[in-house]
């Protein structure tokens, strides 16, 4: 089978319609429908069918893609292959990261890859929700996103997922709150506070609501803002409370609001990064990984981490952030 064609279905089968796969692919809406319909006639079965105004992948076309992953996997792992002969991992690789994970990560990120001869990272700040991250790892190379710890884990049979660290929840308190001598917080107690919170989907909202449903306690969200920084500043100001990552707040926070651990119930994000089935073998994109880690025992405190590898996944966690 044509290599070009299998690569046109993946980005079809990635990006859900042909004018998303064109752009992806620098051609023509018409030429990706060309391209789709000469591996139809080349199998001899129907690889989509219509869907409304558009087009759907039929089984033997889902079935295909995946044989197309490990066929492009393969090819990528003949080219890591070579790339191994270098010395030092060389060539660009594209990162995607939330917003508070870039601001906790990233300028220390960029000071290790840049200890690289060669190795360039093209890094992009995406507020990301869960839904959005496969869409995203068609574009990116790495994808660090993260989750409600009580969200079921990213699955897939084409991506690995690397666990970066546990970060817990804190609750941010104004300076003088009524709450502030307290060495940890119970939710009950927060009952009547208005709280700022972040947009509905994504996972600091979700480990709220998901504290709701443990607790029997209903919040009352009245701003929500994603930005942390903006919302160190309005609950500094006395605007409200709310649940902030460890290790995200800026260190000027302290300055301005308090923080205290949840009494009672654990709450955390879990911090991971997506990649395409096997684009760790390649040794750029390896490196920016050891990077990562590095960074995260440094952010951390953390002295090293235990690796448990699963099917379909990398699981790394960091040992401080299971605290």
Do not use: K
Not at 225 to 250: C, K, M, Q, T
């Amino acid at each position: 089978m044509d290599i070009g064609r299998l690569r046109t279905l993946r980005e079809f089968a990635d990006r859900g319609s042909v004018t998303a796969a064109a752009r992806a692919l620098h051609c023509t809406p018409s030429a990706v429908s060309q391209q789709l319909r000469a591996l139809q006639a080349e199998v001899g079965l129907p690889l989509t069918e219509p869907a409304g105004r558009g087009l759907r992948l039929t089984d033997a076309g889902r079935a295909l893609v995946a044989r197309a992953d490990e066929v492009l996997a393969a090819l990528e792992r003949a080219e890591s292959e070579l790339d191994t002969y270098r010395s030092v991992p060389r060539g660009r690789v594209r990162l995607a990261m939330f917003p508070s994970g870039a601001l906790m990560l990233l300028p220390g990120l960029l000071h290790r890859v840049a200890e690289f001869d060669g190795l360039e990272l093209d890094v992009r700040d995406i507020d990301m929700t869960p839904p959005e991250v496969p869409g995203l790892v068609a574009d990116f190379d790495l994808v660090v996103t993260h989750r409600d710890e009580h969200a079921p884990p990213f699955g897939s049979d084409r991506h690995d997922v690397v666990h970066l660290l546990r970060e817990p929840l804190d609750v941010a308190l104004p300076p003088g709150h009524r709450l502030g001598g307290e060495e940890r917080v119970d939710l009950a107690d927060l009952a009547g506070e208005r709280w700022i919170g972040v947009d509905v989907g994504f996972p600091v909202d979700d480990v709220l609501r998901s504290l709701t449903v443990r607790t029997g306690v209903q919040p009352t969200v009245f701003q929500r803002i994603n930005d942390f920084r903006v919302i160190e500043a309005l609950v500094g100001a006395g605007h409200g409370v709310a649940l902030l990552p460890r290790y995200a707040i800026s260190r000027s926070a302290g300055e301005r609001l308090l923080r205290r651990p949840l009494a009672g119930i654990r709450a955390a994000r879990h911090i991971e990064v997506v990649l395409r089935r096997g684009a760790a073998s390649r040794p750029a994109v390896a490196a920016v990984l050891d990077a990562l880690h590095a960074e995260v025992a440094a952010t951390t405190g953390s002295s090293g981490r235990i690796a448990e590898t699963m099917p379909g996944s990398v699981m790394v966690r960091a040992d401080a952030g299971s605290r």
